[in-house]
């Protein structure tokens, strides 16, 4: 979920669950948020967004929701699978031109 | 075809030295930024361009310069390096300030 103090956060999962990645923003302007997964030695890629204007969306075995009363946005990985396992990054934009990452997330999806 | 490049991937260099990363991206986006990363992944936006303007600058130190000689390209140069400059850094592209960002692959800059 949110990161605090000076460690990663991390999530293990066994293969097979859903998983559930949280991410708490702060800014009320934000209306496009981003999804990004980042494994090992790679940059972040692309999994999904959502903009303001929406409370769910779904791609491919992944959901994001958007909770703008509580400032909260969360993705949901059904069916978790070990090349799942990776660093998970909501970013957000509004008002600059350019996106705000969280902290990340590090999940580990045991087989 | 990669569609965010940069090269090196990385680079080991002493300290006060003078070094650049390059980045290429063959999307025709009109946006690209460069990110640092530190020890705990912590992602910071360092600077943006948009159509060769810059268009946001963090607080980043002025030894940090990039340089764009055209749309397609955005390129790091790092002066008089010191060890806290030690992360990762991506070059990412969009195109536009309401779209996803493409990323490269990095290159962990290690100062010795």
């Known amino acids: 979920g949110e990161s605090v103090g000076l460690h990663l956060p991390t999530l293990s999962v066994q293969e097979g669950d859903n998983s559930i990645i949280n991410c708490a923003y702060s800014n009320s302007a934000s209306d496009y948020f981003i999804w990004y997964k980042q494994e090992s030695g790679k940059g972040p890629q692309f999994i999904i967004d959502i903009r303001s204007n929406m409370d769910k969306r779904q791609g491919q075995r992944v959901t994001v929701l958007l909770n703008k009363t509580v400032k909260h946005l969360s993705l949901q990985i059904a069916a978790t699978q070990p090349g799942d396992s990776a660093v998970y990054f909501c970013a957000e934009r509004g008002g600059s031109y350019i996106p705000t990452f969280g902290r990340g997330t590090s999940l580990i999806v045991h087989p | 075809d990669t569609a965010v490049s940069q090269t090196p991937k990385y680079l080991v260099t002493q300290m006060g030295n003078d070094k650049s990363i390059k980045c290429e991206q063959n999307l025709g986006h009109d946006t690209m930024y460069w990110y640092k990363q530190d020890s705990k992944k912590f992602l910071k936006i360092m600077f943006s361009y948009n159509n060769k303007e810059l268009i946001i600058n963090e607080t980043v130190p002025n030894r940090f310069s990039p340089k764009s000689p055209d749309k397609a390209h955005l390129n790091l140069h790092i002066n008089s390096l010191e060890l806290g400059d030690s992360a990762v850094y991506f070059c990412?592209?969009?195109?536009?300030?309401?779209?996803?960002?493409?990323f490269g692959q990095g290159t962990r800059l290690t100062v010795v």
């Open positions: 990412a592209s969009s195109q536009n300030e309401n779209t996803e960002a493409f």
